[in-house]
């Protein structure tokens, strides 16, 4: 397998942020809250009023939409 070239890094980059702003709000916010702000479980459920139980099932259910855009 080649590593990707450029366009083809684009391209995907691309996909996957059509694929994150697809997602509803609160999951969308879920994952970039764990991701891109790295903030804890705990604190994304203080920030969103919600448990922690509930950030993890955002999270799981906006994983698996990702995974079938794929």
Not at 20 to 40: D, H, I, Q, T
Not at 46 to 51: F, P, R, S
Request: charged residues 25%.
């Amino acid at each position: 397998m080649r590593p990707p070239t450029g366009p083809d890094v684009i391209y995907e980059a691309e996909r996957a942020c059509r694929a994150v702003a697809s997602l509803p709000a609160r999951e969308r916010e879920v994952l970039e809250l764990l991701c891109g702000a790295g903030l804890s479980t705990a604190d994304i459920a203080t920030e969103m009023g919600t448990t922690a139980a509930g950030v993890k099932s955002l999270a799981h259910r906006a994983r698996l939409r990702l995974r079938a855009t794929e």
